[in-house]
């Protein structure tokens, strides 16, 4: 059954770092447009980043300047640096396959906390 793990997520004081990764169990990985999205309790889905099959970035304006997105195809993974962090972007992050603007898999999450 193909698959996306991420992994990395945890609790971090506000201006910290955190990287979090997603592997992907299949061997087509390198075909899908790879998106990162956040829900934080009361507040609708979020576009975070997106990287395309050929090195393509795309950000939300909120997160511009301090995160960063990459894949290795290789390993099948995917990347988000997270710099700067602020508690506003606390939320479970996950990661999605997608081709097109169609969502082909979605991973479980991973819970985000910025808190002092």
């Known amino acids: 059954q193909v698959q996306l793990v991420e992994s990395g997520g945890g609790l971090v004081q506000p201006g910290g770092s955190l990287r979090l990764s997603c592997a992907a169990s299949?061997?087509?990985?390198?075909?899908?447009?790879m998106g990162w999205y956040r829900q934080a309790p009361g507040k609708q889905r979020e576009l975070v980043a997106e990287?395309?099959?050929?090195?393509?970035?795309n950000y939300a304006d909120s997160v511009k300047g301090r995160f960063t997105t990459s894949r290795d195809n290789a390993k099948n993974t995917v990347y988000l640096q997270m710099n700067s962090l602020k508690p506003e972007d606390t939320a479970v992050y996950y990661c999605?396959?997608?081709?097109?603007?169609?969502?082909?898999?979605r991973g479980q999450g991973t819970q985000v906390t910025v808190s002092s």
């Open positions: 299949t061997s087509i990985f390198s075909i899908y447009t």
């Open positions: 990287i395309s099959s050929g090195g393509n970035t």
């Open positions: 999605t396959a997608n081709i097109g603007t169609r969502e082909i898999l």
